[in-house]
């Protein structure tokens, strides 16, 4: 026993210290909240559906995070910019257009596929074009030079769209088709939400069948595996990559026309938040994987909406919901202090990070 | 006298065990040599005694000191110093900065000495330097303290790790492959060097080597290891004549036909 | 590019092509109409004419660089030439239909901006000529003998500066020399044509004539004797620290607050290039650290219901750099033994958590919240108050001192071995003896310090301050400067921050485009100058690893 304790050093107690510290915090807050109770049943299923929404675009995010991770080893801090990229262009050029005109109305279906196309199509070009010019010439560098190009790539982008589209605001058109709710477990979802999860399912299912069935898919994850034996069975690993870039940012782009269906605005710096918490959600599901990504998203989408009302409401804090992405980022930190492999995975676990 | 012992060491990487109930004691002063095929948990071991790796099971005693829970740098302190088995320099300093981080153990001037250059602080810096300038010479690189270390070529490269492990003042030297490609002539030369280390600074020598010309012409103690067991363990000619070293290196059936011809001496 | 590769007459072309969509690019964020009324050289060319050629010049001379000898000069004029062609499909695009409602910059001033006023057919006409003509200029530069084309671009260098700087520079000549006098050099904010010419011919002859005689004059340092030259360096030292001292004189009010935020981002960028540039942990919550010693020094100070002892300045300070070391002390200790990039990724979430916090309801009862902390007094210095930005100039100076001398003098002692062995490999540092745990403690810990000290200041220089103040951002700007200048390097931190911070409030412009150039200045350093514009010895090595042309090389400078 003696030998034990001489054994804790410094940095095994302050990580005790923090693990116990978090622990006391969101156990007596909830505590507190439930005995209080000033939600009821319906509150929770609200926070739970919402969260689950809110994590499907953070699922959808992650996949370019992941992916990308899983072939480069780098942390693609631009990512969240593909995202905001596509959903502006589509707003600015056809959402507004369309709204204007009427047609949206008269054909939500073609005018939402439209939309989603454009949007998908704008983040692939520009995710393309980033990997081409700023990324590729870095392959051998040392590895804080891709991310420092990664961070400057995604201020680039943002600032880029502000000076095109302008720094305001720019409303998303409401849909008339969408804005009806649908009664559920004695409460009401959102179609809008409800589209948003079925969206996410279907294109989740339907990459993770490319990567896993396809030929391209199992070029991608020759490339991930091994890059000098990819290249030496004939794959042509700076395409290999190219298209992984282009996956992950079509799945950001798609994720960006379901945002704004839910929060029906769209700025040049939308990109950001989102983009941290679904690098967040890929590490929490374990980085380097799909299915991590799909978990880990929902996953945060979930804690981070029930939890401020249930671990802070309790705790007397004055208007939690201003904490809301302090809970996130705590998450972040939490999870890349302490289980860096993820919360389901073991791969890639030390990769040396 | 022993100056480290290895009692039942064992480490497992999830359900593989590199290292199993290892048991070597090193007499102090003597030159030991760890052999083995590829993947019998030799390098496994070294990191376990420098501390690289956390042991599952067993105890490594140095100097009368358990190891088992000391941190890498606390051992390289105790008297534990290494080299790699791909050569693992600073490549981006200079020889002499190479040697005088090595020197780092023994250096005694808190930080704050530093901004305000006290005379301590001097006086250890330029003793530090001196030191740093005739261990490269020992080593015969004199003349290159200020080229960088990744511009050297590769012999001196390998002279030059055993300088900054040295600059720390071991007591004891753990030199993982030290000839590795090296041609006979360059491998004769680093078998005397390490011969020297021993017989002018009395330093107890524990090397990995593949080449067996070395391993027999050094090794005053030879432990054979196969799938991180010890099969084997005594002097070089008692390790040329065991059956089971020469099957863990040639294969089933190979130790009957080929010993009495004398391959052993050359495996 | 492949050397071996044969530059074809199609490359020339693409380059083209890529240039014209570069300006292009530029035009439809807005720079170009924003500079349009910045005149460089009086009723002659504005800033916004230079940044429509920069592209086409730089890439005709690239095109002239790579094509064989024979055909530079065609090459150069065909790129400039087909740099024209995206530019005139914008001006035609935007003259057709009314693009504004979809890209707000581009406006009717753009356009005739871009067509030089001349309407879109004549204008595209122009543009073409002048493209061409400025591709084969460029082309014709580079075919010229280094010799002289080294002065000319010196020349054309520093009459473009100072033109763009000609609304200062007249408010200063104005001080010292009168107006009438200024009036002969610059006339409303814009250079004097003739003036310019003079400038482009004296300053190109002076460099040509510098180039020819550099040699013997360095020849001649060397010859000298050792005392010599130890009395030249001592006579060097001794002018600069009065050129230092005599700053705010020279510059008067304006220059002086300029220099001043300088002066913050330089003390911040010498902690930060502890942690980044000698230990190598890539730190992006640094802002943290700044927005704690400016809280604690707001809070401490205050005269504001938010005061709690309306302590002095100098009282206050070293409780704030106290306060931020241990925060560094604290905030570093969770993320010890995480790399690279997941080090980069706790550390911003760090940053955010702490800005956030500062932002909320929860703690405002203690900082106030959104609302900031107000009614900071200024330092003040046996009695006087220094209200001057001119004054305030020597507390920031000194604080830039003492952390460019302790930076220094830890860089050559073992602590600094130890970061750089630590920043080469981890594994083989810790097995050298090295405690990792307290090496890297002690770079976030004197990191953290220097930057508190650069928040304290800021808070009285300011006066109050707000939590938006201390966003990602910031840290982000730091990041950049020491990246521009150089990682590691000392004086490259002063470089990076007068080009990063001292440029874009100097022409104000560049304000909405700060973050624009910093990212792209940010992917164009990785590519191109990783190192630095003031590379330290060190990083210089580390990033032409492979470039294994490199002989065995010269013993590292002292800093």
């Not at chain 3, 704690?292 to 309306?310: D, H, K, P």
């Not at chain 3, 001192?401 to 594994?427: I, K, Y």
């Not at chain 3, 910031?474 to 990041?479: F, T, Y």
């Not at chain 3, 690893?545 to 065995?552: F, R």
């Amino acid at each position: 026993m003696q030998r034990r304790l001489q054994n804790i050093n410094y940095l095994d107690l302050v990580l005790w210290l923090i693990r116990v510290s978090i622990i006391v915090i969101v156990v007596w807050g909830s505590i507190a909240t439930l005995s209080d109770n000033p939600y009821s049943g319906r509150n929770w299923i609200d926070f739970i559906v919402f969260g689950i929404a809110q994590g499907s675009m953070y699922a959808l995010i992650a996949i370019g995070y992941t992916l990308v991770y899983g072939v480069l080893f780098m942390i693609n801090f631009a990512h969240g910019e593909f995202f905001m990229s596509g959903v502006m262009t589509a707003t600015v050029f056809v959402a507004g257009p369309l709204s204007a005109s009427g047609y949206l109305d008269r054909q939500p279906v073609i005018s939402l596929l439209l939309i989603l196309a454009v949007s998908m199509l704008t983040s692939v070009g520009v995710a393309v074009l980033t990997e081409r010019i700023a990324y590729r010439p870095l392959r051998k560098a040392p590895r804080l030079v891709p991310l420092i190009t990664a961070i400057g790539a995604s201020f680039f982008l943002q600032y880029t769209f502000r000076g095109l589209y302008g720094s305001e605001v720019k409303p998303f058109p409401q849909v008339e088709a969408l804005s009806g709710k649908i009664p559920f477990l004695g409460t009401e979802l959102l179609e809008s939400q409800l589209v948003v999860i079925i969206a996410t399912v279907i294109m989740l299912v339907g990459l993770y069948l490319f990567v896993m069935r396809t030929k391209t898919g199992k070029a991608i994850r020759a490339v991930a595996e091994d890059k000098d034996v990819a290249a030496l069975m004939g794959i042509d690993v700076d395409r290999t990559i190219s298209i992984t870039f282009a996956l992950g940012a079509a799945m950001a782009g798609a994720a960006g026309v379901l945002y704004a269906l839910v929060f029906r605005q769209v700025h040049f710096f939308m990109g950001f938040l989102p983009g941290l918490k679904a690098f967040t959600a890929a590490v929490l599901g374990g980085i380097g994987s799909i299915p991590g990504a799909a978990i880990g998203g929902l996953f945060l989408g979930i804690f981070e909406s029930v939890g401020p009302p249930l671990f802070l409401d309790g705790l007397n804090v004055p208007a939690y919901h201003q904490l809301k992405d302090v809970i996130a980022f705590t998450m972040l930190v939490l999870i890349l202090i302490f289980r860096p492999q993820g919360i389901i995975g073991e791969r890639l676990a030390e990769k040396k990070a | 006298m022993n100056i480290l012992t290895a009692k039942n060491v064992t480490k497992r990487f999830g359900g593989l065990v590199a290292v199993s109930g290892l048991n070597i004691d090193l007499a102090q002063g003597s030159i030991v040599s760890i052999i083995g095929p590829n993947g019998a948990g030799k390098t496994t071991f070294f990191n376990c005694v420098t501390g690289f790796y956390k042991v599952d099971e067993g105890e490594i005693i140095f100097d009368g000191n358990l190891l088992n829970h000391k941190s890498t740098d606390l051992i390289t302190r105790m008297g534990i110093s290494r080299t790699y088995q791909n050569i693992r320099l600073f490549a981006n300093m200079t020889a002499i900065e190479n040697i005088l981080v090595g020197e780092h153990p023994h250096l005694k001037t808190f930080w704050a000495e530093a901004i305000f250059r006290t005379p301590r602080f001097l006086k250890e810096e330029k003793d530090a330097e001196a030191e740093a300038r005739r261990l490269l010479r020992y080593v015969g690189l004199a003349g290159l303290g200020d080229s960088l270390a990744r511009n050297l070529p590769y012999g001196a490269q390998r002279r030059l790790e055993i300088a900054r492990a040295l600059a720390s003042r071991p007591k004891l030297l753990l030199l993982d492959e030290p000839t590795a490609g090296m041609n006979p002539n360059e491998s004769a030369e680093m078998m005397r060097f390490i011969k020297n280390l021993r017989d002018d600074l009395g330093i107890t020598i524990l090397l990995i080597e593949h080449d067996m010309r070395v391993v027999m012409g050094i090794s005053e103690h030879i432990h054979v290891l196969d799938f991180g067991q010890k099969i084997a363990e005594g002097t070089p000619k008692e390790i040329q004549r065991n059956p089971r070293v020469i099957e863990a290196y040639l294969g089933r059936g190979a130790a009957s036909g080929l010993e009495a011809e004398g391959v052993s001496a050359t495996v | 590019m492949n050397p071996e590769k044969k530059f074809t007459l199609r490359d020339a072309v693409n380059q083209g092509l890529i240039a014209g969509l570069i300006t292009s690019l530029i035009s439809m964020v807005g720079m170009v109409e924003l500079f349009s009324k910045r005149q460089l050289i009086a009723n002659l060319m504005t800033t916004a004419q230079v940044f429509i050629l920069l592209a086409p010049a730089l890439l005709s001379y690239q095109s002239a660089r790579k094509s064989a000898k024979n055909n530079a000069l065609a090459s150069g004029a065909v790129t400039g030439f087909f740099a024209s062609i995206p530019i005139i499909v914008l001006v035609l695009l935007a003259s057709a239909f009314d693009l504004r409602q979809f890209l707000v910059n581009v406006s009717p001033n753009l356009i005739s901006t871009l067509t030089f006023g001349q309407g879109p057919v004549v204008g595209s006409l122009i543009l073409v000529a002048i493209n061409t003509l400025i591709g084969l200029l460029a082309a014709i530069l580079h075919q010229l003998d280094e010799k002289i084309r080294n002065p000319i671009l010196t020349g054309l260098l520093w009459t473009l500066l100072v033109g763009m700087f000609s609304e200062i520079l007249q408010e200063r000549l104005r001080a010292f020399f009168g107006i009438s006098f200024t009036n002969l050099i610059i006339r409303s904010k814009a250079l004097q044509p003739t003036v310019a010419v003079i400038l482009l011919v004296g300053i190109t002859a002076i460099a040509y004539f510098w180039g020819q005689r550099g040699a013997s004059f360095s020849e001649r340092i060397a010859n000298q004797s050792a005392t010599q030259r130890r009395n030249m360096i001592i006579a060097q030292r001794v002018a600069f620290f009065v050129l230092l001292l005599a700053m705010p004189l020279l510059l008067g009010t304006y220059l002086s607050e300029v220099v001043n935020n300088v002066g913050i981002y330089v003390l911040m960028g010498l902690g930060l290039n502890i942690v980044v540039g000698f230990a190598g942990l890539l730190d992006l919550g640094y802002v943290a650290f700044f927005a704690i010693g400016a809280y604690v020094m707001a809070i401490l100070t205050s005269e504001g219901f938010l005061g709690v002892a309306q302590t002095s300045f100098w009282v206050a300070l070293p409780v704030s750099v106290i306060t931020a070391v241990a925060a560094g002390i604290f905030l570093g200790t969770p993320v010890l033994r995480m790399r690279g990039d997941y080090l980069a990724i706790v550390t911003l979430g760090f940053g955010e958590i702490i800005r956030i916090m500062a932002n909320s309801d929860l703690l405002k009862p203690f900082i106030g919240g959104a609302q900031g902390v107000l009614q900071i007094p200024k330092p003040s210095f046996f009695g006087t108050s220094l209200i001057q930005p001119g004054q305030l100039y020597y507390v920031v100076l000194g604080g830039v001192l003492l952390a460019w001398f302790v930076s220094t003098r830890l860089s050559n002692s073992r602590l600094g071995r130890q970061w750089m062995a630590m920043r080469e490999d981890e594994d083989v540092a810790e097995a050298m003896g090295i405690n990792l745990v307290n090496t890297k403690l002690l770079a976030f810990a004197i990191g953290a310090g220097f930057s508190g000290l650069s928040g304290a200041i800021y808070a009285s220089k300011l006066t109050s301050i707000f939590p938006h103040s201390f966003n990602l951002l910031i840290s982000i700007n730091v990041l950049s400067l020491i990246i521009v200048g150089g990682m590691g390097s000392l004086p490259g931190v002063v470089i990076g921050s007068l080009i990063l911070v001292g440029l874009p409030e100097l022409l104000r412009e560049f304000a909405e485009f700060r973050l624009w150039m910093y990212g792209a200045l940010l992917i164009v350093m990785m590519l191109a100058k990783p190192e630095g514009f003031w590379p330290s010895a060190i990083t210089k090595r580390e990033l032409h690893a492979h470039d294994e042309s490199i002989p065995i090389e010269e013993p590292a400078a002292a800093d």
